[in-house]
């Protein structure tokens, strides 16, 4: 079992940062990647940036350019720092973990909202 703990969200202006914190504890395998999903109301929950054990990145095209995903292996923790804010990314953000090739050890956390509202 993995337990994934988020922080980090909150109430933000237009153009504004947020920066987005999970720890992950528990049983955890060295191979795992790490990810952010979000859900905005009355949509379903799409991804948007995932790193590799090896610190590889990816993100979805509309985050591209304004969020970046880095991840502390000696902490177990994977952030997600967010620039640019518009009222489109308001979502409840939720921290993933995975191992490749495998859906057996998908976790989610609680998931933390973020409002961007002027």
């Known amino acids: 079992q993995v337990q994934l703990k988020e922080s980090g969200g909150g109430l933000v202006q237009p153009g504004g940062s947020l920066r987005l914190s999970c720890a992950a504890s528990?049983?955890?395998?060295?191979?795992?990647?790490m990810g952010w999903y979000r859900q905005a109301p009355g949509k379903q929950r799409e991804w948007v940036a995932g790193?590799?054990?090896?610190?590889?990145?990816n993100y979805a095209d509309s985050v591209k350019g304004r969020f970046t995903i880095a991840r502390d292996n000696a902490q177990n923790t994977v952030y997600l720092q967010m620039n640019g804010l518009k009222p489109e990314d308001t979502a409840v953000y939720y921290c993933k973990n995975w191992v490749p090739g495998t859906t057996r050890y998908d976790y989610w956390g609680q998931g933390t909202q973020v409002t961007v509202s002027s």
């Open positions: 528990g049983s955890i395998f060295r191979s795992n990647a």
């Open positions: 790193i590799g054990s090896g610190g590889n990145t």
